[in-house]
């Protein structure tokens, strides 16, 4: 069975810190893998794609990693801000066309 | 450019009744996907649309769930019946074609909150 986990579950950080939320997958023949950031109430924002291709992807203070040998993705985030608290869910796409399998997420809280 | 809306946001409907839900995906999308999502858990895949065709159902949990899209571009998520156990977070997303961006990268709505009581 096609599976995506995320540990941890929670993770509270100070401000200013460097962190990393990480992502496990069965079945390292993936086509592609999707970050998300979710905020309470609202919809889910697409942070970084990275294709079974690549190996990473940056936008700003954002690093995603990709090792398909090691079922493994990670999300670095930089210099964490109290507005980076939110869930992010890691997402895989296993087959081009059909539908991302979710892990639960990691729900994020950064103080000021 | 406008995103994926999904109306109404909020539903709140009687055990037994049915609901309707509606997603207007991103203009130019030919694939749209519906999600159900329970509190503290990640998404859950329900069906998907490749323009006006039902590509995958697999993920409706029985036979009180439909979906359609006939003009391939607006969808219908229909639950007849409505449980209890109904009540949940159901987002859409859509997807451009080959060839615009990533494949099959997905861009989400702001979901329906459906309660049933």
């Known amino acids: 069975k096609q599976e995506v986990t995320q540990i941890p579950a929670a993770l509270s950080v100070p401000e200013g810190e460097n962190l990393v939320l990480n992502c496990s997958f069965t079945?390292?023949?993936?086509?592609?893998l999707q970050w998300f950031r979710q905020d309470p109430g609202k919809g889910l924002t697409s942070l970084l794609l990275i294709q079974s291709s690549q190996r990473e992807q940056t936008s700003g203070r954002l690093n995603a990693s990709l090792d398909k040998s090691s079922g493994r993705s990670t999300l670095y985030i930089a210099a964490s801000q109290p507005g980076d608290s939110a869930t992010y869910l890691c997402a895989v796409v296993w087959q081009a066309g059909t539908a991302l399998i979710f892990g639960k997420g990691t729900t994020l809280s950064v103080s000021s | 450019g406008a995103g994926v809306s999904q109306s109404p946001r909020y539903k709140v409907t009687k055990r037994g009744q049915d609901v309707a839900l509606r997603c207007d995906p991103i203009?130019?999308?030919?694939?749209l996907y519906w999600y159900r999502q329970a509190l503290g858990q990640g998404p859950e895949f329900l069906t998907y649309?490749?323009?006006?065709?039902?590509?995958?159902k697999s993920g409706l949990p029985n036979d009180r769930f439909s979906a359609e899209r006939p003009e391939g571009s607006i969808s219908t998520l229909t639950i007849q019946r409505t449980e209890q156990r109904d009540s949940a977070m159901y987002r859409c997303?859509?997807?451009?074609?080959?060839?615009?961006?990533?494949?099959?990268?997905?861009?989400f709505g702001p979901g329906t909150r459906l309660t049933v009581l």
């Open positions: 997303a859509s997807s451009p074609p080959e060839g615009r961006g990533p494949y099959n990268e997905q861009f």
């Open positions: 203009s130019g999308h030919v694939s």
């Open positions: 649309f490749n323009y006006e065709a039902q590509q995958d």
């Open positions: 079945d390292s023949a993936i086509y592609n």
